[in-house]
T-cell receptor, first 114, second 112 residues
Framework: DVKVTQSSRYLVKRTGEKVFLECVQDMDHENMFWYRQDPGLGLRLIYFSYDVKMKEKGDIPEGYSVSREKKERFSLILESASTNQTSMYLC?????????????FGSGTQLSVL | GDSVTQMEGPVTLSEEAFLTINCTYTATGYPSLFWYVQYPGEGLQLLLKATKADDKGSNKGFEATYRKETTSFHLEKGSVQVSDSAVYFCALKSGANSKLTFGKGITLSVRP
């Protein structure tokens, strides 16, 4: 089975801290994604990557950056955490299948910024 | 741009009740349509999909039919179980290189 592993299930940080969320997938997938999930807003795409060292902005990239130095690992970085970044963060990966593309998700990281 | 609209929730049903969750979409071209499910404490997982008009996706007793004329992909199940309690997301992909567009999700609670 494909496994997408997020490093932390719960994280509590203070305003202004630099925060790293790590995601690792074990199926050699080309594509990796970071979403945030908020009640009433559903899933919103922050950043995605189609290959090593490649990154593309999603719908809400402001306040975030990403890093993909190795194919299996995709990191989300909050340079200076703010309270409005309190959210559930979901990582996903997929292989290139065009219209049949299926995403595999991690279990999520619930981040609280105080 | 692409968009997915799901009915407002939450939905609460008794076990063995019939379930319908509405989903309509706006997209360019001929998108693929998906339902993802998120069980408590877990990430999303693909429930079913349909890649062309009139296709029916099915899995775990759930079904959805791709209706191009009404731009809809409603999710149905004849008899829900407590274990079906989850958040359900409708999604579409409108091109080979496009990203998935998700609806807002709807929470289903099934009581014994």
């Amino acid at each position: 089975d494909v496994k997408v592993t997020q490093s932390s299930r719960y994280l509590v940080k203070r305003t202004g801290e630099k925060v790293f969320l790590e995601c690792v997938q074990d199926m050699d997938h080309e594509n990796m994604f970071w979403y945030r999930q908020d009640p009433g807003l559903g899933l919103r795409l922050i950043y995605f990557s189609y290959d090593v060292k490649m990154k593309e902005k999603g719908d809400i990239p402001e306040g975030y950056s990403v890093s993909r130095e190795k194919k299996e690992r995709f990191s989300l970085i909050l340079e200076s955490a703010s309270t409005n970044q309190t959210s559930m963060y979901l990582c996903a990966s997929s292989t290139r299948q065009g219209l049949r593309e299926k995403l595999f998700f991690g279990s999520g990281t619930q981040l609280s910024v105080l | 741009g692409d968009s997915v609209t799901q009915m407002e929730g939450p939905v609460t049903l008794s076990e063995e009740a019939f379930l319908t969750i509405n989903c309509t979409y706006t997209a360019t071209g001929y998108p693929s349509l998906f339902w993802y499910v998120q069980y408590p404490g877990e990430g999303l997982q693909l429930l079913l999909k349909a890649t062309k008009a009139d296709d029916k996706g099915s899995n775990k007793g759930f079904e959805a039919t791709y209706r191009k004329e009404t731009t809809s992909f409603h999710l149905e199940k004849g008899s829900v179980q407590v274990s079906d309690s989850a958040v359900y997301f409708c999604a579409l992909k409108s091109g080979a290189n496009s990203k998935l567009t998700f609806g807002k999700g709807i929470t289903l609670s099934v009581r014994p």
